[in-house]
């Protein structure tokens, strides 16, 4: 690749990204007095012996609630858009072990990336120190549907590059993971305790329990379309 074409390149990834990025969060939905991100994880896996590095991009809510004294999060959506990204989910999605794994894996980055704001999270208090530990919960939807739609066209309008997500599609059936967690003083640098309390589900599912086929028959992943919803059940963690 010459200079030049490296210099397109970039730029048309630089465009890509923050063009994604400023439309969806065109369309926050976050209630009132919550705070919003848009954060980018890697998900690593080893499949058929070779390593994939799945980037997704996650949007979640979070606030720090005073009633309840409770850290509180929701996750919203998942989408991937990187050129190999059909191979990153597809082979992910129809692979059932994979698939706990990589859905657990985004539970526990969500909580991370929430913890890193000072707005939603307070610290984690001693563990030794007759305080008590701190509640954070997170409620994650039971039913979703896939969505496949371009994010960036060229200047005539023609689609350059697409993105694949994960939205969710009934407000009112979720899954509440409810977790504790402090810090332990004694060691340096002090380490931070978590764990699970529980797992409540809320609800019943108004969609089918019948994973979809994506992309749908007659499609593929360079095409709008998007799939009934499915119920994606509650994990034991």
């Known amino acids: ?13 630089f465009v890509f990204l923050f063009g994604f990025v400023g439309l969806d969060k065109a369309k926050a939905t976050c209630p009132d007095g919550w705070f919003e991100h848009w954060e ?9 012996g070779a390593v994939f590095y799945c980037n997704v991009w996650v949007n979640f809510c979070c606030r720090w609630n005073p009633e309840t004294h409770r850290v509180e999060i929701i996750l919203k959506n998942l989408g991937a858009t990187e050129p190999d990204y059909a191979d990153c989910l597809s082979v ?8 706990e794994s990589y859905v ?26 007759g305080v008590p530990a701190l509640t954070y919960v997170l409620k994650v939807y039971q039913c979703y549907k896939w969505v496949s739609r371009p994010v960036l066209y060229t200047w005539n309008g023609r689609p350059l590059e697409w993105i694949d997500e994960i939205q969710a599609c ?23 305790h978590a764990w699970l309390i529980s797992v409540q589900e809320f609800g019943t599912p108004q969609c ?22 499915f119920a994606e059940p509650c994990q034991s963690q």
């Open 40 to 48: 980018m994880i890697t998900y690593t896996y080893e499949y058929n």
């Open 170 to 192: 009934d407000l009112e059936s979720y899954c509440l993971y409810t977790y504790a967690c402090c810090s332990d003083w004694n060691t340096s640098p002090p380490e931070t």
């Open 208 to 229: 089918t329990t019948t994973k979809p086929q994506v992309p749908p028959p007659g499609k593929d992943w360079n095409e709008t379309w998007e799939t009934e919803c």
């Open 92 to 99: 992910i999605y129809y692979t059932g072990w994979l698939w």
């Open 1 to 13: 690749m010459n200079i030049t074409m490296k210099k397109i390149y970039v730029f048309l990834l």
């Open 104 to 129: 657990h894996s985004i539970y526990q980055k969500v909580i991370e990336l929430a913890k890193s704001d000072p707005n939603c999270f307070l610290v984690c208090p001693p563990c030794d120190g």
